[in-house]
């Protein structure tokens, strides 16, 4: 619509960029009507409806604080303030419409009649009309600035990208206790003030008399389905007033009361007269899911009273939109800060081999003891770390793998802490396997495919071949969650050929100076081959792999096992499978690919999976240009292990680190390496997920 000729430019009130917001209303002859009027909006008046019989003409009184205009009578120009229009011709289709332009100081303070005239002027009825104008804004942070702003024309819609808008939600997962703790939303209050900074501010603006006539009142509400996934809560006080911060400190939990959760959809707030702010708090406690898309709509209506006995009519509404963040994985690229490493009765040396290489990295090292971790040594697989992220907070979110092993309590009762959320998702009707552990779910740095960007990079998770109806797979609702994260889009590749079938068995990725910005790492029993070949061909078929570790073999020998020729050209078409997956889906060329020289065996007793044959050095630690790298224990020649030597000459050009790590005997021999034993926090993305253009 178009704007109003009445309000002036620069005017301090609020402009409707879309549909101004009308309610149709009713005059009554001879009667005084007393009404709560909304700043913005148009009371629209059929003027015949209202008249006796006999009218034919009419007349318009007004203060000079009310505005109205007349479609489809007779042509009438917008009176300038109070005015008195001689009697015009009421027709069938007069309607009036009737706006204010400021909020009232009291109760009544603006008039407006109707006179209603038949032949020759005689008169026969007049209605009368005593205004109080409020306005009304509920507000939120819709253009992402971290601060609540006035009556944002854009706080009841969601638009992604640089230039859109819509304010955003934390489920607010960490827990401001660090003991006897749960995760905040799982209770219904405030658990302390620090809570509040979790949760998004949403401010109700009002200005009016001190208070509203009789029976007024204003109400939050929310769909029964949005209130599954969000609470809001009020201050009791008025905050306003210029109460410091030390002494909100004090304020007890009954000062932040509830006012909309999956109980009470709606709720009243008080007015409280003036020019006011009242504070609200909205609690994200769902991420998006599946049956969630992350949207949650609040409004808030200004209620009018309809005499004893009857209910209240909504006479104005204001709506906000936000939406809650995703849980956003961190990939290898990014900026180490946390190293977590478990320590066992076996693992001493591997233990002192990753602190002194976190230690020289500069980055922390925290290690979980056996009596938490129970002798479970895999970190990698229990845990997931990522981040959620708002224009006013952000903080680390562990995610917990069903998995469920010794390291079973350690994200919920160490990590879960202040500013530390925790989520995570338990199949109820699908069997736990081992491709639900989350060294099986990996996240690539940022790529852009075929023109459409993933500046947060795409999930990776390995999942059993397409073809197969008995392979195992990662659980449905871990996919679901992960899919519904939207941001980082995942891609399934083929992991179930391996025994322990997780996708960090073959590939990895890291941080390169040039090209895409990394490299992807892949295991290659090829190029093992040509790498042993090479070795035969120059004198070194004596040379031995497993030297003092278990019984050697030399090159020759290995070369010659035509079994195990034959598993690795299985293996590395199930490699070159992914291969192809990855460079579709990521976008990449083969100059972004690095082949590693890796063998594998298979084993028929344990269903033909596929295993690491010496330590997988793919399966790496990766702290910025420092790599740890399984110490693969290859053949000796001139008293350096070839394969050392070869990864050296792929990594170093790279301007990265090698330092090889012996997990000979506590992890390869029970299936793992560095990478499956270790994980890492990393610091979030520089780029926001909001601006993100899906
Ligand atoms: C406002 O006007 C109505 C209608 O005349 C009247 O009933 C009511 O008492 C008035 N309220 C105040 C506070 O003046
Ligand atoms: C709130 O407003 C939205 C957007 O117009 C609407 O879809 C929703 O039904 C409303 N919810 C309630 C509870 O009034
Ligand atoms: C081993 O050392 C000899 C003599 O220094 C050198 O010629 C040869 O290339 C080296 N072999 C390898 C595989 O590095």
Request: charged content about 25%; some cysteine; glycine content about 6%.
């Amino acid at each position: 619509m178009e704007q109003r000729k009445t309000r002036k430019p620069g005017s301090q009130h609020r402009t409707f960029p879309t549909n101004m917001y009308q309610r149709t209303y009713r005059l009554e002859v001879n009667k005084v009507l007393s009404i709560v009027y909304v700043v913005g909006t148009e009371l629209k008046v059929h003027l015949h409806r209202c008249a006796p019989s006999q009218s034919k003409f009419f007349s318009v009184k007004c203060t000079p604080t009310v505005q109205f205009r007349v479609e489809a009578g007779a042509p009438v120009n917008d009176p300038d303030g109070g005015s008195f229009l001689s009697p015009q011709v009421l027709t069938k289709n007069t309607v009036l419409f009737i706006s204010m332009k400021a909020a009232s100081d009291v109760v009544n303070e603006s008039k407006f009649s109707v006179k209603f005239y038949g032949d020759k002027s005689e008169l026969i009825g007049n209605a009368v009309l005593h205004l109080t104008a409020v306005e009304i804004s509920l507000d939120v942070d819709a253009d992402r600035d971290g601060i609540v702003e006035k009556n944002n024309p854009n706080k009841a819609s969601w638009k992604w990208g640089p230039k859109g808008h819509g304010a955003i939600l934390l489920v607010n997962c960490d827990s401001e206790y660090s003991f006897l703790k749960e995760v905040d939303c799982e209770n219904e209050e405030v658990n302390k003030v620090s809570d509040l900074k979790d949760m998004s501010k949403m401010i109700l603006r009002t200005r009016g008399p001190a208070v509203l006539p009789e029976g007024y009142k204003l109400s939050l509400h929310i769909s029964k389905s949005h209130a599954e996934s969000v609470r809001v809560f009020r201050t009791s006080g008025n905050p306003q007033s210029s109460t410091p911060k030390y002494l909100l400190l004090k304020l007890f939990l009954k000062d932040y009361p509830l006012v909309l959760n999956k109980e009470h959809l709606a709720g009243e707030v008080p007015y409280l007269g003036g020019d006011s702010q009242q504070e609200l708090f909205v609690e994200g406690i769902r991420f998006p899911d599946k049956d969630f898309d992350g949207f949650v709509n609040i409004n808030l209506s200004l209620l009018e009273p309809n005499g004893q006995g009857f209910p209240e009519t909504p006479i104005y509404t204001d709506k906000v939109l936000f939406r809650v963040a995703p849980w956003i994985m961190t990939p290898n690229t990014l900026k180490p800060v946390e190293v977590f490493v478990c320590s066992t009765s076996d693992n001493y040396e591997f233990l002192k081999a990753i602190k002194s290489l976190v230690k020289s990295s500069g980055y922390k090292l925290t290690i979980c003891h056996e009596y938490m971790n129970r002798g479970d040594r895999w970190m990698q697989d229990e845990i997931e770390f990522g981040y959620i992220d708002s224009p006013h907070h952000n903080f680390p979110v562990v995610l917990d793998s069903p998995r469920d092993r010794g390291l079973k309590d350690f994200p919920y009762n160490v990590l879960l802490g202040p500013d530390f959320g925790y989520v995570t998702r338990y199949p109820v009707d699908e069997w736990v396997d081992s491709l639900d552990s989350f060294g099986n779910l990996e996240v690539s740095p940022p790529v852009t495919v075929n023109g459409k960007t993933y500046p947060l990079g795409r999930i990776l998770i390995g999942v059993a071949f397409p073809t197969t109806t008995n392979g195992r797979n990662m659980a449905k609702v871990i996919q679901d969650f992960l899919q519904a994260q939207k941001v980082q889009e995942p891609i399934a590749l083929y992991s179930d050929w391996l025994e322990v079938g997780h996708v960090d068995e073959f590939m990895t990725f890291v941080p390169a100076p040039d090209r895409k910005g990394f490299r992807l790492l892949l295991a290659s029993p090829d190029s093992g081959y040509k790498l042993f070949k090479s070795l035969q061909d120059k004198g070194h078929g004596n040379a031995k792999l497993f030297e003092g570790k278990e019984e050697e073999i030399s090159v020759d020998q290995l070369m010659s096992d035509e079994g195990l020729r034959a598993e690795n050209v299985y293996v590395q078409n199930c490699i070159d499978w992914n291969r192809d997956v990855l460079k579709k889906e990521l976008g990449l060329d083969d100059e972004d690919i690095i082949d590693l020289p890796i063998l594998f065996k298979v084993d028929p007793e344990e269903g033909n999976g596929a295993a690491a044959y010496y330590p997988d050095m793919v399966n790496m630690l990766v702290l910025g240009q420092n790599l740890g790298i399984p110490k693969p224990f290859g053949p000796q020649v001139n008293s350096t292990c070839a394969l050392e030597t070869e990864m050296r000459s792929l990594m170093e050009p790279l301007g990265l680190k090698c330092t090889f790590i012996d997990d000979f005997a506590s992890y390869h021999k029970r299936q793992g390496e560095v990478h499956c034993g270790s994980n890492v926090r990393r610091e979030p993305f520089e780029h926001r997920w909001w601006n993100l253009e899906l």
